[in-house]
């Protein structure tokens, strides 16, 4: 006797109880698929946001301690960005609903207790049936980063705090060493004045040298102005081929024989706006140390040639040893010596007098053959101008009456002096508000005002715009001993002069002959 047959359906209730309990089994792998992927991201280091168009949060993986769900939900992206921060992220967010490309940015924002958190935020655009309706943020907290970076850079500030402070006393240190060189000089000069005065002899000599003295002193402070960008620029248009040669006819003397001086010129002339004292000081400078740095002798070669459409540069090359990076990068700072003799201004100066035209120099060395000096100018579209005619000569007196304002006591009474002794009439103020005041009082017979720039009060050009609406043919001749751009650049063609301080007496009456001159032509008709 056999056992019970198995029917069809019993087979059927079988595989039917096999597919229940598999599909069971799929639904609680994924229930719990779907469970552990809303842990991890529960989880994840970054908050994760779903924003809409109108950059409200519709969804989040999770809120901070002190923040719920209910807080967070529903509320603009702005409500937790600090004040100026949303443009920012906005923009970020339009290109990618626009674009549909990941953008970034970065945010500061409010962390916990609502203190201040930087945020980087990727922007994924999240792309439903073809449509972008809605984006993901990915945002992690780079609140550390960023104080380390600002830990960093306020470092780096007090480096360079450090060395500006380093670089001024050294500049300092170099002032006093070579003022209190000629103060020296000059006292001593003038105590053997005194005791030869004393005794009958002829203190020529001495004075002499404590003049001498006086124009060394002069010299060193037009230096320091042209370090400090301070120099007074009477430009011109000329061609820098031409000045260059011109320099080079004077600075053959300089260069010994054992040096070969090679000139390489232009194929075409460039025209620069340049004051070609000035520059040809930078040329001066910069050719004394490349000879210098060639104690056995070498080629020092001079180049000009394009640089873009704009610039032209001059190059100055040596065949020296070069300098080591650490002297290529404080090779221009004042008193900063690389050989063993020299004043340590002649770099300086240059480099002054070249960003003081709207250029730039700049040294190139491999630290081992040679050093190449790089002065970039810009070029102006135009043909040079003639070379302004010398002033005339000689230091003529007068009788009549001049205004002299400066604010310094002894340097009012030196010019005083020297005014009275040529014979002029003067009248003194201490500042520009008592020189208008004298103005308004004697404007008939004032033949020209003497005036400082800097002075307290009313300063010296607002003090001439207010005797030129009293009187518009006024001559005035402002001095200063700060030679910076204080006047606007059209007082020459108001009528105006400057000269600088330190000037010779010589110097001072040949202007004022001039300028006198110049108001008592009569008018053509």
């Not at 953008?103 to 201040?116: I, L, N, T």
């Not at 000629?182 to 003038?190: A, C, D, R, S």
């Not at 100055?316 to 290529?328: F, K, M, N, Q, Y």
């Not at 001439?464 to 001993?481: D, I, S």
Request: one cysteine or more.
């Amino acid at each position: 006797m056999g056992g019970p047959e198995v029917g069809d359906d019993d087979v059927a209730l079988k595989q039917i109880t096999t597919e229940v309990t598999q599909h069971r089994q799929r639904a609680a792998m994924l229930d719990n698929s779907l469970a552990f992927s809303r842990r991890v991201i529960a989880h994840l280091p970054d908050y994760v946001v779903l924003l809409d168009r109108e950059y409200r949060v519709s969804w989040i993986n999770r809120v901070r301690e002190d923040l719920t769900l209910e807080q967070v939900i529903g509320c603009r992206l702005d409500a937790f960005i600090k004040s100026g921060g949303f443009p920012t992220a906005q923009r970020a967010i339009d290109r990618a609903f626009e674009t549909r490309s990941v953008e970034s940015y970065e945010v500061e924002g409010f962390g916990k207790d609502g203190q201040s958190a930087w945020y980087h935020v990727r922007v994924v655009p999240l792309v439903l049936d073809g449509t972008v309706d809605h984006v993901l943020l990915f945002t992690a907290d780079v609140t550390e980063r960023k104080r380390a970076e600002r830990a960093l850079l306020d470092k780096e500030e007090q480096l360079h705090r450090a060395q500006r402070l380093e670089s001024v006393g050294q500049l300092a240190g170099g002032i006093a060493h070579d003022f209190n060189n000629l103060l020296q000089v000059i006292e001593g000069n003038l105590s053997f004045v005194k005791e030869a005065l004393q005794t009958g002899q002829n203190p020529e000599k001495d004075l002499e040298q404590a003049l001498r003295a006086t124009e060394r002193a002069g010299e060193l402070t037009a230096h320091l102005l042209a370090i400090g960008r301070k120099s007074r620029l009477a430009t011109q248009r000329v061609v820098l081929g031409t000045l260059v040669e011109d320099g080079l006819r004077v600075l053959r003397r300089a260069i010994p024989e054992s040096f070969n001086l090679h000139y390489e010129a232009p194929l075409v002339p460039f025209v620069v706006e340049l004051d070609p004292p000035q520059f040809e000081q930078v040329l001066t400078n910069l050719c004394i140390h490349a000879r210098d740095a060639m104690p056995g002798g070498g080629t020092l070669a001079i180049r000009i040639e394009p640089d873009g459409e704009r610039h032209v540069l001059m190059c100055v090359s040596d065949t020296g040893r070069g300098l080591a990076p650490e002297h290529l990068s404080r090779i221009f700072e004042p008193f900063y010596v690389t050989k063993g003799s020299g004043s340590g201004l002649g770099l300086a100066v240059a480099a002054g007098i070249v960003e003081a035209h709207g250029g730039e120099l700049t040294a190139e060395s491999d630290g081992w053959n040679g050093t190449t000096m790089k002065v970039r100018l810009p070029c102006v579209p135009a043909t040079p101008a003639e070379p302004p005619a010398p002033a005339p000569g000689g230091a003529p007196g007068g009788s009549q009456l001049i205004l002299v304002a400066e604010d310094e006591g002894l340097v009012r009474a030196q010019v005083d002096r020297i005014l009275r002794r040529a014979g002029y009439s003067v009248l003194q103020a201490e500042n520009g508000a008592r020189a208008v005041e004298l103005f308004e009082q004697h404007q008939a017979s004032i033949a020209l005002v003497l005036m400082d720039v800097v002075m307290p009060v009313l300063d010296g050009w607002k003090a001439y715009l207010r005797m030129e609406a009293l009187q518009p043919n006024v001559k005035v001749l402002f001095t200063t001993g700060y030679a910076a751009n204080v006047l606007p650049p059209d007082y020459g063609a108001r009528g105006a002069r400057l000269v600088a301080k330190p000037y010779r007496r010589e110097q001072l009456l040949a202007l004022i002959a001039e300028l006198i001159a110049q108001r008592e032509q009569p008018v053509q008709g």
